[in-house]
């Protein structure tokens, strides 16, 4: 096996399968999320918490952390990599609090809010970034990242459009086969974001060691 020194920059392979994947889990999550926030208001106007908390797991826990997740073991390097537990579980939890808020801000009170859809917005986008960037850095790896900052914010621009995006949808869209497209937009615009922040970063080899074969 070829030996790698430090200071080289390390070349990431994608498994093509778990990309595909993460798309689907996406979508999926973003469907769910979808028809539970058209649901989230009462006849009486009161939120249905129920079943905020369902649009909050399926958006933030199921089509944003777990396709971000699926996306980050897609991610193959030449050196071994573990992660954070601690960190992974945080930016779980982040996710799915800060897509209910946004939820809620959006429409959760009474009616869809255009003010409450900006900041929710956001909130959202900003959190989504967050999240990717926290579960890059729970990466343990004998590497080091350097980022380019022009690419880190192209994807918050991305991660605050698709959050846009996705609540205007969430409370303006009720059949199904408009919110099944819809589910589909959304998770084409997850999985860009954190595509594009994955390329933000470059991997560089941190002590003298191995090269591993990818699978």
């Known amino acids: 096996m070829t030996p790698l020194v430090v200071g080289q920059l390390l070349s990431p392979e994608y498994s093509l399968g778990l990309v595909a994947l993460s798309f689907l889990i996406s979508f999926a999550g973003s ?8 649901r989230m208001v009462n006849a009486d106007g009161k939120p249905n918490l129920a079943l905020v908390a369902c649009a909050a797991v399926a958006l933030g826990g199921i089509g944003i952390w777990s396709m ?31 897509s209910g808020i946004a939820l809620y801000l959006a429409g959760g009170r009474r009616k869809f809010s255009k003010p409450g859809w900006a900041a929710g917005s956001l909130l959202a ?4 970034c967050v999240m990717h960037y926290m579960g890059m850095f729970a990466m343990n790896m004998r590497a080091s990242m350097e980022f380019d900052m022009g690419t880190v914010v192209l994807s ?38 954190h595509y594009v922040g994955m390329t ?4 560089i080899c941190a002590t003298p060691t191995v090269r591993i074969n990818s699978p």
């Open 31 to 38: 469907l769910v999320a979808l028809i539970c926030a058209g």
């Open 156 to 193: 918050v621009v991305i991660a605050i459009t698709a959050a846009a995006a996705a609540l205007w949808l969430a409370f303006n869209l009720r059949k199904l086969s408009h919110q099944i497209a819809a589910a589909a937009v959304m998770g084409v615009a997850v999985c860009t974001m």
């Open 200 to 203: 933000a970063a470059s991997m």
């Open 125 to 128: 986008g900003l959190g989504v």
């Open 68 to 98: 971000h997740f699926i996306g980050m073991l897609a991610y193959r390097l030449p050196v071994a990599i573990s992660y954070n537990l601690p960190l992974t579980i945080v930016s779980l939890v982040a996710a799915i609090l800060i």
